[in-house]
């Protein structure tokens, strides 16, 4: 079955640190770019990393706090978001190959 899952989100409190995975199935995802998104609730789904065969990129928003990888070995890409505030809240999706997650929710709060 061709799918993205994504795991690894929870509640974390500010400034705390998260490492999300995203698992491909059915297809080998070092093929093709991969982004991040996330949507926030009462608000439209916004971009907040890619990685390419030629690297990465970031908004401004997330640029130096998040950080998106690759395991060719296990078809996974991560993406590690440290100095977590309040204002990242929301559902993170990852997407490539025209495929979209199921998304993992991610909290930040006291």
């Known amino acids: 079955q061709v799918q993205l899952v994504e795991s690894g989100g929870g509640l974390v409190q500010p400034g705390g640190s998260l490492r999300l995975s995203c698992a491909a199935s059915?297809?080998?995802?070092?093929?093709?770019?991969v982004n991040w998104h996330r949507q926030a609730p009462g608000k439209g789904r916004d971009w907040v990393a890619s990685i390419t065969g030629d690297g990465t990129n970031y908004p401004d928003s997330v640029r130096g706090r998040f950080t998106i990888s690759r395991d060719n070995s296990k078809n996974t890409v991560y993406l590690q978001m440290n100095d977590l505030t309040p204002e990242d809240t929301a559902v993170y999706y990852c997407r490539a190959n025209a495929l979209w997650g199921q998304g993992t929710q991610v909290t930040v709060s006291s």
């Open positions: 059915g297809f080998t995802v070092s093929r093709y770019a």
